[in-house]
């Protein structure tokens, strides 16, 4: 039986070192869309946007964590991940979630200069990128919403 081959990866963000260890691929959410990485890919560096980053450690074991941007850098036997804030996938807060998404929308509303209609713009992708990943948590743990 042969070994599969693996890659080192770590996310980390300045708060923390979120995940350090081996994957047989990672699935990041880069600006160009999402990026499948396997061992041996070619080297890149690309920033991320708010969104999940799924970890295959094994044939049946995955870890999912959530980033709310970044920077994305591969070589061929490491990918590194440096995160403006990060937390699994499993620790997000719905109801938080939902009320900055609430919060940035009524921003938009009330629109008073460009910057903060930027900013809400902002906060409004994130919200809706972490509601998408617990949906997403949700229907691979088979809890599903109502």
Request: glycine share 6%; proline share 4%; aromatic share 4%.
């Amino acid at each position: 039986m042969t070994k599969a081959l693996t890659i080192h990866v770590d996310i980390v963000s300045g708060e923390a070192n979120i995940f350090s260890g081996q994957a047989q691929m990672v699935i990041a959410p880069a600006i160009i869309g999402e990026v499948g990485i396997l061992p041996r890919h070619a080297p890149l560096l690309t920033p991320l946007k708010p969104g999940e980053v799924r970890i295959q450690l094994s044939e049946d074991r995955e870890e999912v964590f959530f980033i709310s941007g970044g920077i994305l850098e591969i070589q061929p036997h490491v990918v590194t991940i440096l995160a403006d804030t990060g937390v699994r996938a499993h620790d997000l807060d719905e109801a938080a979630a939902l009320e900055a998404k609430q919060q940035a929308e009524k921003a938009l509303a009330n629109k008073k200069s460009d910057f903060e209609y930027a900013l809400a713009e902002v906060q409004l992708a994130r919200a809706m990128a972490e509601l998408q990943t617990i949906q997403r948590q949700k229907l691979r743990t088979g809890h599903r919403t109502k």
